[in-house]
């Protein structure tokens, strides 16, 4: 599976941006897809997840102002609002598969976004 992320950015606190997530290749064996993030000096942390039947689930620190969705095509969004200083980290794309029992897991390439206060 390949995944090319996009619409990172500038933003002021308070702002919104959308980050877009293009899957191809084998994606009939997804079983889920995330949106990670590491700031500098950080560990990258689990941001919001979607099973394959569209379950979600978010860290606490976003609950309320992101929102983890995905298309048919399998295109990964996560809606980003009331963006605060402390969401500026690059931003990575998940996809699991799940091909004979055994879990893969494939990464972006990242897309950057920061938060002005």
């Known amino acids: 599976v390949q995944l090319v992320e996009s619409g990172g950015g500038l933003v002021q606190a308070g702002g919104s941006l959308r980050l877009t997530c293009a899957a191809s290749g084998n994606i009939f064996s997804l079983n889920h897809m995330s949106w990670h993030r590491q700031a500098p000096g950080k560990q990258r942390e689990l941001v919001a997840l979607?099973?394959?039947?569209?379950?979600t689930n978010y860290v606490d620190s976003v609950k309320g102002r992101f929102t983890i969705s995905k298309d048919a095509k399998n295109t990964l969004y996560l809606q980003m609002n009331s963006l605060k200083p402390e969401d500026t980290a690059s931003y990575f794309c998940?996809?699991?598969?799940?091909?004979?029992?055994?879990?893969?897991?494939?990464w972006g390439q990242g897309t950057q976004v920061t938060v002005s206060s």
């Open positions: 979607i099973t394959n039947v569209g379950s």
């Open positions: 998940v996809a699991v598969t799940l091909r004979g029992g055994t879990y893969s897991s494939n």
